[in-house]
């Protein structure tokens, strides 16, 4: 062999930080340099020895791990992130950001070099916290060989690297996550994000409530529009509603950047709205104006909101894309209060919810023949209709009329994300144009990847007729976009159901467990907890269940559910129906 040879392989690269290494060791460089030693000692150490890595190098707080299987690494990151360190109550916490490449390496003595390295050591500080970034290239070669939950984290350019990289990301709990010490501000390295708090009604009247959460999530809808910046949901955001909120801690918990908050005063025809832009991390007031003027001027008001809102988080966004931005203007504040009424009904599986939503919605569109979201609401709430199992006297009727709200929608609705994907998913669902109906979420997830609705949307329709793992990938995006609060129940309904599909009763009652917790209501979140404890053999759970699904849904049938959940790849459904069949649900 001559003596230039150079010895390259394949290895997966693990590299390693300290989060705010430089501010602890300027606070206690003594405790800080012991809390580091333990850390080595107890966990770092013995979790790469465990999973047969190799340490490379420690570059201070820094550290390089080779491992011949890719699976060794990110089973080694995971168990990092998710040991506590207790070495000492009083000693500064360890929080490690973690990234892994897989790729080609060249050895020299000890040490390792090359592209694979390289990748992995710009990708460490793309990791949240306590989180694990990785490479697609690792997530590929994962793929039901590892128990966790990524999320995609789209194309990014790394510095020195010619070509984008696509990214995964596994993030910290967000219990433990909220129980960082490391400041909002130290997260450098991800996008703007900005949470919308519950505008408090100013009225004096209880009845007006509607009105200034419709307002806010209009807002909402308007700023999670712009890909430079992430929008948390109204459904996470929302928890908040009613409490004494210190802007920092929501900031904290919901894991942002930015707060809007404010004030609602309505009173007949005259309004009044406050709002104020807040920075997450010093609670400083960067911008804050007020409104009065009528109703009639509620829409130029939250315009001018999410114009300021918006040069203030993205100040490159130009006055034209703010403009192109804006949702269609509702003619009459008449139906625009109708609609504002009935959005509490897309939230909840009972029929005499839907059935007052819908009488709402069509008050709306009676008045606005052709407002595409009025028109997609009133698709949304036939759809449920159609879906839950539950028996409709007019079902031909109110298919016709679905389908004639869908072509409207999207005829007046072109370039609006919620339009596509509302109608898409009716489309698979309900009309069972399979093929039209995803090619209309892809659009819509193109248009804004940042909606929270248009998200659950991918997912359901990746896991009745597309792929499981985009559905998986579709559910987590949301569940980030939503991290708490009501709406996530879709998406983790949606987890269950996978899981449920996979064969995986014990994950899918975790996931359905989440589900109820964030709206004991949802029927489909019913079927999955009765069908995963029947297969599981638990029956007299799984009936205790099926009698507080007939409770609120008298009617529902294996049939009804059948016929309502329309699957283009059957064996999407049909692990669902077995157990409900198990369990004892009526067949007809």
């Keep these: 062999m001559s003596d230039d040879h150079v010895d390259r392989r394949l290895a997966a690269i693990l590299a390693a930080d300290v989060v705010g290494y430089s501010r602890m060791m300027a606070t206690d460089e003594t405790a800080t340099l012991a809390a580091l030693k333990h850390h080595r000692q107890s966990v770092f150490n013995p979790a790469v020895a465990s999973h047969n890595g190799r340490l490379v190098k420690l570059m201070g707080d820094g550290a390089l791990v080779q491992f011949d299987s890719v699976v060794d690494a990110v089973n080694c990151a995971l168990a990092l992130q998710s040991l506590a360190d207790h070495a000492d109550a009083t000693s500064p916490e360890i929080v490690l950001r973690i990234g892994i490449n897989l790729g080609d390496v060249t050895y020299d003595g000890g040490d390792i070099y090359g592209d694979g390295v390289n990748v992995a050591a710009r990708l460490e500080p793309l990791a949240e ?3 694990i970034c990785i490479a697609s290239i690792v997530k590929e070669s ?12 789209g194309e990014v350019q790394l510095k020195n690297i010619d070509r984008p990289i696509h990214i995964w990301q596994w993030r910290l709990p967000r219990s433990k996550a909220a129980e960082s010490v490391v400041p909002l501000k130290n997260v450098d390295s991800m996008r703007p994000s900005l949470a919308v708090l519950p505008f408090q009604n100013m009225s004096g009247d209880v009845e007006q409530e509607y009105f200034a959460d419709g307002v806010v999530e209009d807002i909402i809808t308007a700023l999670s ?4 910046f992430a929008v948390i949901a109204r459904n996470s955001s929302f928890v908040y509603k009613g409490r004494a909120t210190d802007v920092r801690q929501a900031a904290r918990e919901l894991g942002v950047r930015y707060v809007l908050e404010g004030s609602i005063r309505r009173a007949s025809t005259r309004l009044r709205i406050t709002a104020q832009l807040v920075e997450g991390a010093t609670g400083a007031h960067l911008w804050a104006e007020h ?12 315009d001018r909101i999410t114009e300021s809102v918006v040069a203030i988080v993205e100040p490159h966004i130009k006055s034209a894309e703010i403009a192109r931005s804006r949702r269609e203007r509702p003619e009459s504040i008449e139906a625009y209060d109708l609609y504002l009424q009935a959005m509490g009904s897309f939230y909840f599986s009972e029929p005499d919810r839907n059935v007052s939503g819908l009488s709402l919605i069509k008050g709306a569109i009676a008045l606005e023949p052709n407002n595409a979201i009025y028109l997609a609401s009133g698709v949304m709430l036939l759809m449920q209709r159609a879906t839950l199992g539950w028996k409709l006297p007019n079902a031909d009727d109110e298919r016709t009329l679905c389908s004639n709200y869908i072509e409207r929608a999207l005829s007046h609705g072109h370039g609006d994300a919620t339009v596509a994907g509302i109608c898409g998913n009716a489309l698979i669902q309900y009309m069972r144009e399979y093929d039209r109906g995803f090619e209309l979420i892809r659009q819509a997830v193109a248009i804004n990847p940042n909606n929270l609705d248009v998200v659950n949307f991918a997912g359901v329709a990746s896991l ?6 985009e559905a998986v990938t579709y559910f987590l995006r949301a569940e980030r976009l939503s991290p ?5 129940h879709w998406n983790l309904t949606g987890l269950a159901h996978v899981e449920l599909v996979r064969g995986n009763c014990e994950q899918a009652l975790i996931w359905a467990g989440r589900s109820m917790a964030a709206n004991a209501y949802y029927g489909p979140c019913f079927w999955m907890l009765i069908a995963a404890n029947a297969r599981l053999g638990r029956m007299e759970e799984a009936r205790r269940h099926l009698a507080n699904l007939l409770a609120i849904s008298p009617e529902v049938t294996v049939a009804s559910i059948r016929s309502g959940q329309a699957a283009k790849n059957p064996d999407r459904i049909e692990p669902v129906l077995e157990g409900l069949l198990l369990a004892g649900m009526p067949e007809v």
């Design 129 to 131: 916290p306590g989180g």
């Design 142 to 153: 994962i793929v039901g060989r590892v128990k966790a939950l990524f999320d995609d984290g």
């Design 225 to 228: 529009r712009f890909r430079s």
């Design 291 to 302: 409104y009065d003027g009528s109703t009639e001027d509620i829409f130029d008001f939250q």
């Design 464 to 469: 009745l007729c597309g792929s499981l793992d």
């Design 484 to 488: 708490n609060g009501l709406g996530s």
